[in-house]
T-cell receptor, first 114, second 113 residues
């Protein structure tokens, strides 16, 4: 059974702090790892990672994947109150018959206080 | 371009009632899927489809049926609702085998009393 574990489950920081969110996984037939941000409604896509050691960056957010140690981190620098959300990690794995499935972790709830 | 559209946004059902949650996408995505999200459980896959006429079960399929008669639509049916099906349901789609993230609908909050 595929498994995705995120840590910490919740985190409270002050504006301006830097945070690191963790995601470890155990899946067969790994294809990619995805990060999402979920505020009140639907998850919104942040990054998709397929190769080890290549950092993906978007503004103050960055992420990297380690396929040997089976984990990924999501970094947020100079946090703002608008970064408050649940951050979801998902692993995409081949499930046979030409299809793929996403397995999600339980998420990390980030609260940024002024 | 509306992306992924889910209807209704909210629904209250009585135990034993049936209903269909609608999901439609206008991006010509072949892959579509349904998830439920419960507190402390994350998103769990119910059913998915890799194209019209093809569906398969995910992690938690019991109590749900799906069909995929067109590329655009992927309805989720609850045949006899139970309180355990109280949840927020999300539909998601992506391009087959070349996905660049999955696009999620805005969700349906279902309460079964």
């Amino acid at each position: 059974e595929d498994k995705v574990v995120q840590s910490p489950l919740s985190l409270v920081v002050h504006e301006g702090d830097t945070v690191t969110l963790n995601c470890s996984y155990e899946v067969t037939n790994f294809r990619s790892l995805l990060w999402y941000k979920q505020e009140k409604k639907a998850p919104t896509f942040l990054f998709m990672l397929t190769s080890s050691g290549i950092e993906k960056k978007s503004g103050r957010l960055s992420s990297i994947l380690d396929k040997k140690e089976l984990f990924s981190i999501l970094n947020i620098t100079a946090t703002q109150t608008g970064d408050s959300a649940v951050y979801l990690c998902a692993v995409e794995a081949y499930s046979g018959a030409g299809s793929y499935q996403l397995t999600f972790g339980k998420g990390t709830k980030l609260s940024v206080i002024p | 371009n509306a992306g992924v559209t889910q209807t209704p946004k909210f629904q209250v059902l009585k135990t034993g009632q049936s209903m269909t949650l609608q999901c439609a996408q206008d991006m010509n995505h072949e892959y579509m899927s349904w998830y439920r999200q419960d507190p402390g459980m994350g998103l769990r896959l119910i059913h998915y489809s890799v194209g019209a006429g093809i569906t398969d079960q995910g992690e938690v399929p019991n109590g749900y049926n799906v069909s995929r008669s067109t590329t655009e639509d992927f309805p989720l049916r609850l045949l006899s609702a139970a309180p355990s099906q109280t949840s927020v349901y999300f539909c998601a789609s992506s391009r087959n085998r070349d996905s660049y993230g999955y696009t999620f609908g805005s969700g349906t909050r279902l309460t079964v009393v």
